[in-house]
């Protein structure tokens, strides 16, 4: 029999950093349990056949301002330094994404595009970012007829795809966040470090994970260990009631069998394709609004760099999420509106009368995290909501 301490569920971003800190800070045993056949989440990555760095669920690009985020995973990864660049194919023309000044001089004559450039620069000043509604309201009509351009060619497309949505469904909460850039900086962000794990993400959390005190199950349903006495307000496992720390990072509402209806996701669909060929397109992701089922391709080779004949590239389809379905039951973006909002509260108040269980991370939140922001929010979790709250807590013990 094993001896566990803690019980981390989920081996994603989230559920490592939790076992990372537990096994390391507390010199506690961590039990991690992953559904999937590997660690790392939604990040998780390898090398195929070509030997290109490929990531399973779509680009990952670790950017990141928080200098304790940046410190801490530091100790577990050598960095590569990579800056993200995104096209966008507007008019036949693959332009610079987010919109600004280079975008204007691909698109429009170089006498019209400079009129324009001035008129913006003297409005709103440079190194600026002006919101599309900002734009709209101008008194200018040739700035006007900007932003209306930007968010019909750029934007609007786009997001209807990305959403599964009419154009006119899509919030003005939303539009309002769509940014022409003023300067000449093709970045898709702007954080003080911009990198990739040198050995992938997988290798990344692998090492987080590597902690004496850490076990890691994979191909475990979480399900199948623990269950909820709502009488008692208690956790078993295998049958027996478990005293210590629970740290669970998965759908709240799965783990209370739905009791007030699911909680609708987005999902994605990838089409993987290794050509014959050494490179496929001029940047790492080009985005196209207008036309195709498909948002975007990205290139993997322009990530971490390999010196290969061959290249990997992948399609991304935006689809409903169906638990059901195979090819649908991977979760990617909250869907969020009012009563979504309600659902997950309900749930978020079931979970809180279990004294022993810690919800966190972009599942059991219900939030769209960045990588940075998964790994900054399990930090402060551990911090504010461990650290003060600890006592006596058994052990749980597993065949």
Known sequence: MEHFDIVVIGAGFSGA????????????????????????????????????????????????????????????TQWTPYEHKVLGSVDGKLIPIPFNLNSLAVLYAKEQAEKIEALLISTYGFDTKVPILELR?????LLQELAEFVYQKVFVNYTAK????????????VTARVPVVISRDDRYFHDTYQAI?????????????????????TSVEAKSFIRLEPQSKSVLFAG?????????????????????????????????????????????????PNEHAFTRITEFKHILK???????????????????HESKNVPYYPVFNDENQRKFEVYKKLVKQFPNII?????????????????????????????????????????
């Not at 990305?162 to 919030?171: F, R």
């Open 240 to 288: 027996e009631v478990f005293k210590g720390q629970v740290v669970f990072t998965g759908m709240l509402d799965q783990l209370f069998d739905y009791v007030d209806g699911e909680l609708p996701y987005r999902s994605l669909q990838f089409d993987f394709q290794t050509l014959e060929q050494s490179q496929f397109q001029p940047a790492t992701t080009v985005n196209y």
């Open 306 to 324: 390999v010196n290969s004949n061959r290249t990997t590239i992948v399609k991304e389809y935006p689809q409903g999420y169906d638990r059901h």
């Open 359 to 399: 919800s966190t991370g972009r599942l059991a939140e219900y939030k769209y995290y960045n990588m940075d922001d998964a790994v900054a929010n399990a930090l402060a979790t551990f911090e504010k909501q461990v650290k003060p709250n600890y006592s006596n807590m058994g052990k749980l013990n597993v065949s």
């Open 137 to 141: 309201k101008s008194a200018e009509p």
């Open 17 to 76: 950093v939790m076992a990372e800190r537990f096994a390391s800070q507390m010199n506690k045993t961590v039990l991690v349990l992953e559904q999937r056949p590997h660690v790392a989440g939604n990040c998780y990555d390898y090398r195929n056949e070509a030997g290109i760095l490929v990531h399973h669920y779509g680009p990952h690009l670790f950017h990141t301002s928080k200098q304790q985020v940046w410190d801490y995973l530091s100790q577990f």
């Open 162 to 173: 990305q959403w599964g949505c009419s154009p006119e469904d899509i919030s003005p909460t």
């Open 197 to 217: 794990p040198s050995a992938g993400y997988t290798s990344l959390i692998t090492k987080m994970l590597s902690h004496k005190n850490i076990t890691v199950k």
